[in-house]
């Protein structure tokens, strides 16, 4: 197994934060660069599947533009209402 390339990073924090992140660190038993890895990962994880839903909500909007097909809101409320029911629907058609 191949070992993941390291980047060193430097960032400059005001004290506030930097205080703010040894209490933290100090209270939670760990070092401040786990924090600030975690921190950082997680950042990324949230922003990425933002992007995504962006993206995709962009790709639905031009594809409704271009074809009209869509389903109102009510048609997918009364269909995620039987969602974990014994009378569970398959997902409605989209139309005109």
Not at 37 to 55: P, T, W
Not at 79 to 94: H, I, N, R
Request: proline share 3%; glycine share 4%.
């Amino acid at each position: 197994m191949e070992t993941p390339l390291l980047r060193l990073v430097s960032i400059k924090l005001e004290q506030a934060e930097h205080d703010r992140l040894k209490f933290l660190a100090d209270a939670r038993h760990r070092k401040p660069h786990f924090l600030m890895k975690e921190a950082i990962k997680q950042y990324l994880d949230r922003e990425e599947a933002r992007e995504s839903f962006k993206q995709e909500a962009r790709a639905s909007w031009q594809e409704y533009q271009e074809t009209g097909q869509h389903l109102t809101g009510q048609e997918v409320t009364q269909w995620l209402e039987t969602w974990g029911t014994d009378q569970e629907k398959a997902a409605p058609v989209c139309h005109d």
